[in-house]
């Protein structure tokens, strides 16, 4: 190797390790297989769904589910682009485990305590189910959103799940409607710091 290769190689290294974006240890980058916003003219028929059926979702290991029942839950739904954004907490109380501990479940089919009906996580799959009028922190009233990104906190865990429906991945986006699928694993979370009326957004016991 020449000395002009030589730094060029080098040049290229300190880059990698200095200026490339890295993600955090506490991330976990997943597959969204479906999120879905609506906002129809009647604020009670509002809608969120959110599914990932991913391999990264290990159940009740440090820093993943790690015990709702005991201090509750978050979702963080944003728009990178406007900031548009809700933060949505789901309390301990309404948490439970499975017979077979292999699962803790949200119930709120009356969403007396917040938008969310019903929430689950167990190995391999997260689903959050929310509806109603207290869904309102993203509007939907613009031509179109770009993309949408879903973090979620479980417990008083170190991990946040996130994923990101932008590009390919982004199937319906017009006024009152956006809907994504099979989002890419890959990068970091998107930053919700432009979600400045939202963040932090960490469950509540």
Known sequence: MNRKHAFVFLTAA???TMGAPMASGADKKLV????????PVDPTQNRF???STDPNIIFGAPNDSDTPTSN??????FNPLSGECQCIQMGAARWSIGPDGKRYTYHD???SFGPVKLAFIRERK????AKGALLTGITLNETTQGEIAVHYKSGNSTTRFCSHFEGGSVRVDRVNAFIGSDSAPQGVCADDSVAVSCTPCDPIP
């Open 32 to 39: 969204g297989k479906k999120v879905m916003l609506r906002t």
């Open 72 to 77: 509750g839950a978050s979702v963080l739904v």
């Open 126 to 129: 997260l689903k959050v189910v």
């Open 14 to 16: 300190v880059w990698l």
């Open 49 to 51: 769904t959110f599914i």
């Open 109 to 111: 089919q009356a969403t």
